[in-house]
């Protein structure tokens, strides 16, 4: 059984990697149904990943209490016999949980023309509580990032240092003078920091692109090493010794 | 230049089936792969820092590491060898960790990566005739996937009773239970922050919330290529202490956590392999743009003595 269940995940695996990559030759049905498959299974999975991982251990078992004993009661002690169920009585409290839920449930009155304010008061707590957390992550990302761009331009007895410093104030201050809108870009100076910065913009890009280059690549080389090691090894499993 | 059939080679070379170039990255990605040669890997500024700062952590302190495994099999290659050289060296160094992810996509790997890693060690370890077992709840525990990834995350940081605030592993057992987490309190007891991931956004939630007013651990990152330009942002700040440059990071990490017996030529590992194929690669591309833009200089020229503006008449 195990070993029928590994033939055949892997199996599929082959296929399902040969389908996505035929686009390369062309657009095609084996192609697109693959691609559905896909989405299909991705939803599918978080969705049973929800449930099972968050939903029924941390809400639904303890509000509905069920298997309250093996939940709280240590594992040594119920490998000892012991009964501690009697210890453990239900906490009403856990019903509270029942609130957010019921409040959360309310989005879904978006589809009713009647009840459709309910939603909106739901969107407005999520964009409330995402602004509030978004101002707070926001100075914590960036304030130490502009902190760190204030560099002094000579580090004494380091010339590399130096360099890089110089280097970067000059990147800053340039591509900065690039994203100045509110006034032309004609004066002497001006001129130049901005036309560097596109180019120094430019660069980047390259540095962007190449790098997601590589990355594409890795991708590949996994598939490709899951066909050597695992796929055409599974065919002469199969071909037996 | 005509040749026979009356398309010049500039039009023959302008022409080429885009087909033709996906066979010639595939056989250069798959041609090393196929054989058992590693090259050494170039020294990696990034990664030598990510191992200073493991290397630095105090081993035996009742701390332990987080693992944010938050990548799936879209970015599997390149974030599984970052995490499994990471999990290694902690575990050769006995610092415990436990696994976690924001994305439900990670569900496996958490729990079959460092599965993998404890029985390579556990190998190593009955060769060298060592007792030590590496075990799931004394060297590592496996959180599992939580959803609503900022509020998680910034409750984690704040929480004073961290065993109460997770619950249960993804093996249903109560954290407080778990040898190697019951000596955790708040985020003081996570010396180190690992964080993988190729997710847009992942990175940055650990980088914002995994933190109270006065504490800060240790921060690690491994990205995707993609990203490697924009974690560089992150680094000079100091916000993380090391990284992992795609999988050329890993690999270079792999070497210096293996010493003296990391062998490339003859046994090459994950991430060893991995980045012969991508060196290959890279040369059969950088061959290909040069050729493509000869190609484009001829057309070009070709064009500039059809106008009789200049060129060979």
């Given at each position: 059984m ?6 055949y995940t ?5 296929v399902?990697?040969?389908a996505?990559y035929?686009f390369l ?22 969705m049973v990943?929800?449930?099972?991982r968050?939903l ?17 009661t240590?594992p ?14 239900y ?7 029942l ?12 589809t009713?023309?009647?009840?459709n304010?309910i ?10 509580y995402g ?14 990032q ?36 509110s006034?032309?870009?004609d004066k ?5 920091a901005s ?5 120094l913009?430019?660069?980047s890009?390259?540095a962007?692109f ?6 594409r690549?890795s ?17 002469q499993?199969?071909a037996?010794? | 230049?005509?040749?026979p059939?009356?398309?010049t ?13 996906y ?9 090393p ?16 820092m990510?191992?200073?700062?493991v ?14 495994m938050?990548?799936g ?14 999990m290694?060296h ?12 924001i994305?439900?996509q ?10 993998k ?6 190998r190593?370890n ?6 030590y077992?590496?075990?799931y709840g ?6 599992g996937?939580r959803p ?9 940081a704040?929480?004073?009773?961290v ?6 592993d993804?093996?249903?057992?109560p ?7 019951s000596p ?10 690992a964080e993988f ?9 650990w980088v914002?919330f995994?933190?109270t ?9 491994g ?12 680094l ?8 992992f ?11 210096l956590?293996?010493g ?20 290959l ?10 050729v493509?833009n000869?190609g484009?200089?001829?057309?070009a ?7 009789g503006?200049g060129?060979?008449?």
């Open positions: 195990t070993d029928a269940w590994t033939f892997v199996f599929l695996g082959g399902s990697t040969l996505i035929s030759y062309r657009e095609n049905p084996f192609y697109r149904a693959f691609e559905h498959l896909y989405i299909g299974i991705a939803t599918g999975l978080g990943t929800l449930l099972e968050w029924w251990p941390k809400l639904l078992k303890p509000v509905l209490n069920v298997g309250a004993e093996t939940y709280a240590p040594q002690l119920v490998a000892q016999g012991a009964d501690l169920t009697s210890a453990m009585p906490n009403r409290w856990l019903l509270l949980y609130v957010p839920v019921i409040f959360g449930l309310g989005y879904y009155t978006i009713s023309a009647r009840y304010w939603a909106r008061v739901v969107i407005s707590f999520t964009l409330g602004g509030g957390l978004a101002f707070k992550g926001f100075f914590a990302e960036f304030i130490p502009v902190v760190s761009s204030f560099k002094p331009l000579v580090v004494p007895n380091s010339l590399a240092d130096s360099l890089n410093h110089v280097v970067f104030t000059a990147t800053l201050v340039c591509v900065m003078t690039y994203f100045f809108f006034f032309e870009h002497p100076g001006i001129r130049q036309t560097s910065g596109r180019w913009l430019m660069i890009f390259g962007f190449g790098a997601t280059i590589m990355a690549m991708l590949l080389i996994e598939r490709l090493q899951f066909f050597i090691e695992q796929w055409f090894p599974n065919f499993r199969l037996g010794p | 230049m005509s040749e059939g009356g398309r080679f500039h039009e023959r070379l302008m022409k080429v089936d885009r087909r033709l170039v066979l010639f990255v595939l056989l250069a990605l798959t041609v792969l196929l054989s058992d040669f590693g090259m050494h890997p170039a020294r990696m500024e990034t990664a030598q990510a191992f200073d700062t290397e630095g952590l105090p081993a035996g302190d009742g701390k332990m590491a987080w693992l944010a938050d990548w099999p879209s970015t599997r290659a390149e974030n599984e060898p970052q995490t499994q050289v990471v290694e902690l575990m050769r160094r006995r610092i415990p960790f436990c696994t976690f992810s994305t439900y990670a569900e496996p790997f958490m729990n079959s990566l460092p599965e890693v404890a029985a390579d060690l556990n190593e009955e060769a060298q005739g060592v007792a077992r590496y075990e004394k060297d590592w525990c496996n959180i996937y609503a990834a900022t509020l998680f995350v910034r409750g984690l704040k929480t004073k009773d065993a109460g605030y997770i619950g249960v993804a093996r249903g057992t954290v407080r239970e778990i040898p190697c987490m955790v309190r708040t985020v003081r007891d996570f010396s180190l922050l991931t190729g997710l847009v956004g992942a990175f940055q939630i914002q995994f933190q007013e006065d504490y800060v651990p240790k921060f690690i990152h990205c995707t290529s993609i990203t490697i330009p924009e974690a560089f942002i992150y000079d700040s100091k916000q993380i202490q090391g990284l440059e795609g999988v050329a990071g890993a690999a270079y990490y792999s070497k956590i293996k003296d017996r990391f062998d490339p030529v003859g046994h090459p590992d994950l991430a060893t392999k991995f980045m012969m194929s991508l060196s690669a890279h040369l059969v591309i950088l061959g290909l743009i040069v493509g000869v484009l200089w001829l057309q020229r070709a064009a500039k003595a059809k106008r503006e060129g060979r008449p």
